[in-house]
């Protein structure tokens, strides 16, 4: 079986464009939860934007070597498909997880956002397999699937899936959603 998380990006990289453009909604100072953190391409450009951040990943080598000198950086070294209880707590102002898909994980992110958190999420979906990986379908979302998980419990700001071309060609789908309202502009 394929890995659930395809890595296309480095430290370096810079954060999505959808990242980007709603980590604003985020209340200021605000603690975030970078799931699935990989590189820390998320998690850096989240400190540069004043946030305290907890970067989440079974493999948290390259996370250590980068942020282990930033006190606003708690880095949780975590199997998040082992089939555990949640173990990374609530309370968070905003939660990222960018290329990364474990469906059992929905219903604990949604209730690890503090009123009025922001989940800005983003992951390959159906389609994307003439693109190349991932092509396992248990790692593509089917079409409207994160509006239809996402929409009962939080307030959806904005949703887009379709193909993309950056950084590379893939079909995508991606939400950005509040827990409560939004007071916050984008």
Request: some cysteine; aromatic content about 8%.
């Amino acid at each position: 079986m394929e890995p659930a998380k395809v890595n296309v990006h480095t430290y370096d990289s810079p954060g999505s464009a959808w990242v980007r453009r709603f980590a604003p909604t985020i209340a200021p100072g605000g603690r975030v939860l970078d799931l699935a953190a990989d590189q820390g391409r998320h998690t850096k450009l989240l400190l540069a934007l004043g946030f305290r951040v907890v970067a989440a990943d079974r493999k948290t080598e390259a996370l250590h070597t980068h942020f282990d000198a930033d006190p606003r950086c708690e880095i949780a070294d975590i199997d998040l498909e082992n089939g555990a209880l949640w173990r990374l707590g609530g309370g968070f102002d905003g939660i990222v997880v960018s290329l990364y898909l474990h469906r059992p994980l929905f219903p604990d992110l949604i209730a690890a956002l503090a009123p009025g958190g922001v989940l800005i999420y983003e992951t390959f979906m159906v389609g994307n397999e003439r693109f190349g990986r991932p092509t396992n379908p248990h790692f593509l979302l089917k079409p409207n699937e994160l509006f239809e998980v996402s929409s009962a419990d939080l307030a959806v700001i904005a949703f887009e899936q379709g193909e993309v071309t950056e950084p590379k060609p893939a079909m995508m789908q991606r939400i950005a959603a509040v827990n409560g309202l939004l007071t916050r502009v984008v």
